[in-house]
């Protein structure tokens, strides 16, 4: 989107008189630490979008069902069982009645994802709290996230479930697992 802004009418993210530094001041100085841009609202990065073709969804929604069976799988020898839950049109990957795990499998550790399957997690979570209580909620990941990038889903209550070789890994001393 910025590529294009550039081209048609020359605009330029380093020339833009209303990019500002964290201390409100243009960019440029020597002296500028640059932390957090403030932008004009129709040029902020948070509205761009990213267009992924079908190829490249079909191959996450497998992936995402691979995990998600092997999960369920892992879960079964320990005779445990992972049903969905469904509220209206709304449905969850993987609802363990039992303990009120509530999950949310990506195909990817990329932000963008994880972003994605909190808020999946949140409605979910408002909704079946409403029969079977307050769920304990885990994002399914192929392998483990870096835990700088994820520290802010702890106060979130949200926690991590991950494949390791063979072998499902958490969080939480096992919750999970």
Not at 133 to 145: S, V, Y
Request: hydrophobic residues 30%; aromatic residues 8%.
């Amino acid at each position: 989107m910025e590529k294009r802004l550039c081209r048609k009418k020359g605009w330029r993210p380093d020339k833009d008189p209303q990019t500002k530094t964290h201390h409100g001041k243009p960019e440029g100085g020597s002296k500028d630490i640059k932390y957090v841009k403030m932008v004009a609202s129709p040029r902020n990065h948070q509205l761009d979008y990213n267009i992924r073709t079908k190829e490249e969804v079909k191959e996450a929604e497998k992936k995402e069902a691979i995990l998600l069976m092997r999960y369920r799988l892992w879960l079964k020898r320990q005779e445990r069982n992972l049903p969905t839950a469904r509220h209206e049109k709304l449905q969850c990957d993987g609802f363990e009645k039992e303990r009120r795990n509530l999950i949310e499998a990506k195909s990817s550790i990329s932000r963008e994802h994880i972003r994605m399957a909190v808020g999946q997690l949140l409605d979910y979570a408002f909704h079946i709290k409403k029969k079977f209580g307050k769920p304990n909620m885990g994002i399914l990941l192929p392998e483990e996230p870096d835990p700088n990038s994820v520290d802010w889903l702890q106060p979130l209550k949200i926690s991590l479930v991950w494949r390791k070789k063979a072998a499902f890994l958490d969080n939480t001393n096992g919750q999970f697992t």
